[in-house]
Nanobody
């Protein structure tokens, strides 16, 4: 198992930016494909972005494409999500997790506490 700790959330106005971090510890961070998920109040958790170990391939949900950028620093066991042009619909708790493949975003580890992003209108 890998332990995951998300951070970087907060309250921001529409159009603002935030950078989320996910630090992994425990068994191994590599060579794992990683993903960011989010869960808005009253909604199911959704997969928003993913990145392979090599960083060569990435995935973005249509709702965040062009606004969010996923990256990772394997030496630091850390993954990032740069979120720009934030909208109220981006309000959610954001989580990270290992996934088998970008096309199969099934969480492989226990969920962390997540980090809350609130975008005010």
């Amino acid at each position: 198992q890998v332990q995951l700790v998300e951070s970087g959330g907060g309250l921001v106005q529409t159009g603002g930016s935030l950078r989320l971090s996910c630090v992994a510890s425990g068994r191994t961070f590599s060579p794992a494909t990683m993903g960011w998920f989010r869960q808005a109040p009253g909604k199911e958790r959704e997969f928003v972005a993913g990145i392979t170990w090599s960083r060569f391939s990435t995935y973005y949900a249509d709702s965040v494409k062009g606004r969010f950028t996923i990256s990772r620093d394997n030496a630091k066991n850390t993954m990032y999500l740069q979120m720009n042009s934030l909208k109220p619909d981006d309000t959610a708790v954001y989580y990270c997790n290992r996934i088998p493949h970008l096309s199969r975003p099934q969480a492989l580890d226990a969920w962390g506490q997540g980090t809350l992003v609130t975008v005010s209108s």
